[in-house]
C-alpha cells in the first residue's frame, strides 16, 4: 500500500505565494510519475502539474508560470509551489503518485485564496 500525506495548504491574499508538500510512504518499487491535481466542487478534478520518470513536466493549462511542480526522489516527496495566486486558484488539492501502473492519491489540502 502506499499512503499520500499533504500538508501546507491555508488560506492566502490575492497575489500570495503558498508551497504544499506531499509524502509519500509504504510500498514503491517503482514510482513512474508524482505530481498534482486539484478540484473545486461540482467541477471534475484538473491537473496541476506532474513529474514523469525521466520526462517533461506536464502542467495544466494556465498552470506553468505561477505553478512549479518538484520532486524529491530521495525523500520521496513532491512539492507545489504557487505564485501570484488568484482566488480562482482556491481549491482542493490533491497529491498523485503513480506507482509501477497503479494510481494513488492523498487526502486532499485546502487551498483558499480570499481577501
Known amino acids: 500500500q502506499v499512503q499520500l500525506v499533504e500538508s501546507g495548504g491555508g488560506v492566502v491574499q490575492p497575489g500570495g505565494s503558498l508551497r504544499v508538500s506531499c509524502a509519500a510512504s509504504?510500498?514503491?518499487?517503482?514510482?513512474?510519475?508524482m505530481g498534482w491535481f486539484r478540484q473545486t466542487p461540482g467541477k471534475q478534478r484538473e491537473l496541476v502539474a506532474i513529474v514523469p520518470n525521466g520526462g517533461s513536466i506536464a502542467y495544466g493549462d494556465g498552470m506553468k508560470g505561477r505553478f512549479t511542480v518538484s520532486r524529491d526522489n530521495a525523500k520521496k516527496m513532491v512539492y507545489l509551489q504557487m505564485n501570484a495566486l488568484k482566488p480562482e486558484d482556491t481549491a482542493v488539492y490533491y497529491c498523485?503518485?503513480?506507482?509501477?501502473?497503479?494510481?494513488?492519491w492523498g487526502q486532499g489540502t485546502q487551498v483558499t485564496v480570499s481577501s
Open positions: 509504504g510500498s514503491m518499487l517503482t514510482i513512474y510519475a
Open positions: 498523485h503518485v503513480n506507482v509501477g501502473g497503479v494510481g494513488y
